[in-house]
T-cell receptor, first 116, second 113 residues
Framework: EAQVTQNPRYLITVTGKKLTVTCSQNMNHEYMSWYRQDPGLGLRQIYYSMNVEVTDKGDVPEGYKVSRKEKRNFPLILESPSPNQTSLYFC???????????????FGPGTRLTVL | DQQVKQNSPSLSVQEGRISILNCDYTNSMFDYFLWYKKYPAEGPTFLISISSIKDKNEDGRFTVFLNKSAKHLSLHIVPSQPGDSAVYFCAASYTGTASKLTFGTGTRLQVTL
């Protein structure tokens, strides 16, 4: 079954304690992204990756890091989380090829993060 | 600056009737538009899309209309069913940015019996 998985699904942490949210896809997609969803703001892209070792900033990258060492995995790293990073996070992947119209993005189930 | 706007946070429609969800955009470079549906505790799932070279795309009960001059698109669901109750997000992108979607704020649709 084609899917995007995220772990953990729920996380409560404290300010400044480094954390990593993992994301994995089994569709051999080149493109992967991270989004955060906040009330009244919809989904906003944090970072995206076009392939292994190729990443770039989205609309709201401050306070986040990513890495893409393998095609299937795209972890989101919060080196020093702050309360304003409390949000619902989604990982997504797509088979869209560069220069063509966007292909369907498949989303993971979400990670609800609370930073106290 | 919100480049994709969904001005109605919620919509209630009776089962069997038509649901019309609206979306406006400001960036004229957008050339591909999508609708996603989201249930609670799940990620968004793709529903239907439309390229800017078309003005209508239909898939079963779902039809998306695009008015480029007005920078407006709409999603029609006919007939509406209780299982359609969800949050609907409009999203847009442009050629060469396959991994980047700009989303609207979402409209919560409630289909009542």
């Amino acid at each position: 079954e084609a899917q995007v998985t995220q772990n953990p699904r729920y996380l409560i942490t404290v300010t400044g304690k480094k954390l990593t949210v993992t994301c994995s896809q089994n569709m051999n997609h080149e493109y992967m992204s991270w989004y955060r969803q906040d009330p009244g703001l919809g989904l906003r892209q944090i970072y995206y990756s076009m392939n292994v070792e190729v990443t770039d900033k989205g609309d709201v990258p401050e306070g986040y890091k990513v890495s893409r060492k393998e095609k299937r995995n795209f972890p989101l790293i919060l080196e020093s989380p702050s309360p304003n990073q409390t949000s619902l996070y989604f990982c997504a992947s797509t088979s869209g090829t560069s220069g063509s119209e966007t292909d369907t993005q498949y989303f993971g189930p979400g990670t609800r993060l609370t930073v106290l | 600056d919100q480049q994709v706007k969904q001005n109605s946070p919620s919509l209630s429609v009776q089962e069997g009737r038509i649901s019309i969800l609206n979306c406006d955009y400001t960036n004229s470079m957008f050339d591909y538009f999508l609708w996603y549906k989201k249930y609670p505790a799940e990620g968004p799932t793709f529903l239907i899309s439309i390229s800017s070279i078309k003005d209508k795309n239909e898939d079963g009960r779902f039809t998306v209309f695009l008015n480029k001059s007005a920078k407006h698109l709409s999603l029609h669901i006919v007939p509406s069913q209780p299982g359609d109750s969800a949050v609907y997000f409009c999203a847009a992108s442009y050629t060469g940015t396959a991994s980047k979607l700009t989303f609207g704020t979402g409209t919560r649709l409630q289909v009542t019996l």
